[in-house]
């Protein structure tokens, strides 16, 4: 299986500050359809996680623009250019790409 | 707007199976798969499998296979997850996800314990 390591563990951090999530994969997440599937998700504290980034650096339509993704084949990044409260609690980095889908184990974002 | 409604917590013994629900809605059910999610506090996030939703063909994660079993009915647009010989390791919280449009149930807690 492919093995998904994130850093940091955690991140302390500012309301205003920016904030920088790092994912590594074991394997290249470039498919065969020419697509790299490589997903960021939130999971607030006590609620089930949402979506916000797929295939790298798409933002879903609901998803501030604050936010940012970027990478390719095993290394990726995802960015938050100035945090806000709403911001805080545990990112994951996931991929779709080769079976079974991995996940990373997650950072988390908290207020200094 | 789309919605994955998932069923309530489930409090099961030893050695019993359960059998949890995910209602779609807001969308056509058989346009997307859906997969299934086991989260714990220990091993974090680990996929369990998706279903075909129109043609009912499923892909289990080798590590689950014999443990979920999982179906659709296209007529309630529902998708079932059945968990079985429980064990206290098979406690977590358990979630139906639309991965192609990255939405995902409000997750089911089940506790295994005697």
């Known amino acids: 299986d492919v093995v998904m390591t994130q850093t940091p563990v955690s991140l302390s951090l500012a309301i205003g500050q920016p904030a920088s999530i790092s994912c590594k994969s074991s394997q290249s997440l470039l498919g065969t359809s020419g697509k790299t599937f490589l997903n960021w998700i939130l999971q607030r504290p006590g609620q089930s996680p949402k979506r916000l980034i797929y295939?790298?650096?798409k933002l879903y339509s609901e998803v501030p623009d604050r936010f940012s993704g970027s990478g390719s084949e095993t290394e990726f990044t995802l960015k938050i250019s100035r945090v806000e409260a709403e911001d805080l609690g545990v990112y994951y980095c996931w991929q779709g790409t080769h079976f079974p889908y991995t996940f990373g184990a997650g950072t988390k974002l908290e207020l200094k | 707007q789309v919605q994955l409604q998932q069923s309530g917590a489930e409090l099961a013994k030893p050695g019993s199976s359960v059998k949890i629900s995910c209602k779609a809605s807001?969308?056509?059910?058989?346009?997307?798969?859906i997969s299934w999610i086991k989260q714990t506090t220990g091993q974090g996030l680990e996929y369990i499998g998706y279903i075909n939703t129109g043609s009912g063909g499923t892909n289990y994660n080798e590590k689950f296979k014999g443990k979920a079993t999982l179906t659709v009915d296209k007529s309630s647009s529902t998708a079932f997850m059945q968990l079985s010989s429980l064990t206290p390791d098979d406690s977590a919280v358990y979630y139906c996800?639309?991965?192609?449009?990255?939405?995902w149930g409000q997750g089911v807690m089940v506790t295994v314990s005697s």
């Open positions: 807001g969308y056509t059910f058989t346009s997307y798969y």
């Open positions: 295939q790298v650096s």
């Open positions: 996800v639309i991965a192609a449009m990255g939405y």
